[in-house]
Every structure is written in C-alpha cells, then in structure tokens.
Antibody, heavy 118, light 110 residues
C-alpha cells in the first residue's frame, strides 16, 4: 500500500531554515511527483509546490519563490522540502503528497509540525 | 493565485443530502477537469474523495459525488452519516501549472 512517512516535528527560530523529509513506499517513486502543502493552525490548505520524481523538475508557489527548495533522492525514494528565512507565519503542519502527472494529489503523508518561535 | 471560494459551513441531518460549492475562474476550475475534493478530520491528513471532477477513488463510498458547471464545482454527499462530519476542501489545477485549494467548508451533521 502507498505510504508517505514524514520526519518529526521541528522548532526553529526566526531566520533559520528547516528541511522536512518524506519517505515513500508501496509504489514506483519515479513514476509520480511529490507536492508539498501546508496548513497553518486553524487555517486552510496552501499549496507550496511540487517536484517530479522522474526528472527533478519543480514548480513553486509564487509567494515562496526564492525561499523554498524541493528535492528528491531516488535511491531512497525520499523527497525533501527546505524552507529558508523562516518567519512566525511559517508555523504550520507541512504535508507531502503523491502527485499523479502533476495534476492529481492523491496520497498524503501524516504531516510535520514546524513551529517558528523566538 | 487566489483561493477558490467555498461556503464556510454546511449542515444537514443524517440521511439528508448536502452540496458544497467551489467557485474559481476560467484559469482554474473552469479551464480544466482537474478538480479534486478532500475530506479532513481534525488532526488528520486530508483524504482524496473525488478527482477529475467526478471520479471516486477505490474505497470512497458512492454517497460522494462531484460535478462541475462553468467556473463552479460541487461536491454532493447523499445519505449524510455522522462520520461525514469533517472539513472539506476543493482543489484545482491552474493555467500556471500550479495548484490552488478552496477556502474549506466545515460540514456538521445535526
């Protein structure tokens, strides 16, 4: 069965960086992409971007351009999302999710809480 | 890219039908048949309920159905059950090759 297992919760200070991992299993990693979606406390879902695990092509949300980098390691079927220059409004649960042909987000990871606080 | 517009809340009694709307533009909902719907229970990850406007993934009850007209997509839950109480989000692929989510709808089973 498809599983996406994310790394644990993080607490960071403003200005720092965070890197969240997402290990995939139960499917051919390079046949799909990985999207990253975040959800601030009590708020809705926000799409951050996605990466093709086939060729590494990325597409990021405009508001995060320059602060976010998404990568994959096909040898371990793991995706990574790094967010830099963290601010308090980056506090959120970050989800990775399998993406079909860049158009359908189907399976989701369990989420990683990132707290940005001084 | 602005979020798609959904009603903040919808409620119904067990057994009734409810419909949640999701309004976008011709650059997202109206331009593509890549509208999905997600169910999210408190503290849990979202779950895909409908993809490509009206398709149900394996395991999703046929009480859930989707449709689209112009720039507005809809999710209908027929025969509402207690376990359907959750937040629901629509999403759409966009002309910028990005994704946009809806504002979210809280469904309450009375």
């Amino acid at each position: 069965q498809v599983q996406l297992v994310q790394s644990g919760a993080e607490v960071k200070k403003p200005g720092a960086s965070v890197k969240v991992s997402c290990k995939a299993s139960g499917y051919t990693f390079t046949s799909y992409g990985i999207s990253w979606v975040r959800q601030a406390p009590g708020q809705g879902l926000e799409w951050m971007g996605w990466i093709s695990a086939y060729n590494g092509n990325t597409n990021y949300a405009q508001k995060l351009q320059g602060r976010v980098t998404m990568t994959t390691d096909t040898s371990t079927s793991t995706a990574y999302m790094e967010l830099r220059s963290l601010r308090s409004d980056d506090t959120a649960v970050y989800y990775c999710a399998r993406t079909v042909a860049g158009t359908i987000i189907d399976y989701w990871g369990q989420g990683t809480l990132v707290t940005v606080s001084s | 890219q602005s979020a798609l517009t959904q009603p903040a809340s919808v409620s119904g009694s067990p057994g009734q039908s409810i419909t949640i709307s999701c309004t976008g533009t011709s650059s997202d909902v109206g331009g593509y048949n890549y509208v999905s719907w997600y169910q999210q229970h408190p503290g849990k990850a979202p779950k895909l309920m409908i993809y490509e406007v009206s398709n149900r993934p394996s395991g999703v009850p046929d009480r859930f159905s989707g449709s689209k007209s112009g720039n507005t997509a809809s999710l209908t839950i027929s025969g509402l059950q207690a376990e359907d109480e959750a937040d629901y989000y629509c999403s759409s692929y966009t002309s910028s090759s990005t994704y946009v989510f809806g504002t979210g709808t809280k469904v309450t089973v009375l």
